[in-house]
């Protein structure tokens, strides 16, 4: 496993009835973990360069880019290796929008833009507000990153029109992310799933590694990986090992170990780092 170098990792969690998560980023050779999460994700990415795997379509960011990722897509990061990364994310339920700005939906935000360096400031300076608020909780501090967030979210909307188009996914592939997402949780073979889109299997694997970037059955594990981490975070009644059986593993002790390599802590770490009021300051490297 290696360690990312130089890395500071900051995350801040509020309490239950203010789903709110802030995370900071900066170093090199940053492995970032797949995610899939019930919440809107808004991403600033300040430095850097490399593209997200969005619900199975590669997607290139530059320096200056908001990326926003809406409720239940699956999406990860990849940068190649010695490349610096600084950049701010910011993962809140839309639900609280709805008092401050009943009229805007998820739609209106534009999934990827460039913005100016002024434009990024101004950005990075609201999630900078929003987590001093979220850390101090100061009076009428629920309020004011209710209002923060709403403020932010009009002004994300704002840049619709600027919007950077989406790349257009491979047919073959898309079919290809379709049926794993539908099938995940089943014994998906590559035999199987080549009859299954009238295709060879050494034409699906080769196409498919080309345009995702990874093999069938690493996509499959991070499909089960995804649901896995949501389902624990949503079904706080149910025990690990249902969690495990539901998204596809027989064998807890795999389930256990892929989900460690893929999002750096294991599920039973993972579980109270989303069931606690308030995360502290972290300062870490993330390994993988």
């Known amino acids: 496993m290696e360690c990312g170098q130089g890395i500071r990792f900051q995350s801040f969690n509020a309490l239950p009835e203010m789903p709110v998560r802030l995370y900071w980023t900066a170093g090199k050779s940053i492995w970032f973990p797949v995610n899939r999460h019930p919440e809107i994700e808004i991403q600033y990415i300040r430095h850097s360069h490399g593209e997200y795997l969005v619900d199975g379509v590669r997607t290139p960011f530059w320096p200056n880019s908001l990326l926003v990722f809406p409720p239940y897509i699956t999406h990860s990061r990849h940068i190649d290796p010695g490349i610096y990364i600084k950049s701010v994310g910011l993962v809140f339920s839309f639900k609280l929008l709805q008092r401050e700005t009943p009229a805007l939906k998820v739609a209106d935000l534009p999934r990827c833009t460039r913005l100016s360096m002024d434009e990024g400031v101004r950005v990075e300076s609201l999630m900078r507000l929003i ?114 059986r539901s998204v596809g593993y027989r064998d807890y002790r795999l389930f256990y170990r892929h989900f460690t390599q893929f999002l750096g802590k294991s599920p039973v770490e993972y579980r109270p780092h989303f069931m606690k009021p308030l995360t502290a300051t972290k300062k870490s490297g993330l390994c993988r």
């Open 131 to 244: 987590s001093k608020e979220i850390q101090d909780r100061t009076d009428n501090w629920r309020d004011n990153v209710i209002r923060a967030l709403g403020f932010l979210a009009v002004l994300i909307s704002r840049w619709r029109g600027r919007e950077k188009s989406w790349p257009k996914p491979n047919p073959a592939v898309q079919k290809a992310t379709a049926y794993i997402e539908a099938h995940y949780a089943e014994n998906i073979t590559l035999p199987a799933m080549a009859s299954h889109l009238n295709m060879s299997p050494t034409h699906l694997s080769r196409v498919f590694n080309r345009e995702i970037r990874m093999g069938i059955r690493a996509y499959v594990i991070q499909q089960r990986i995804a649901e896995a981490a949501r389902l624990l975070q949503e079904k706080e009644e149910h025990k690990i090992e249902w969690v495990a």
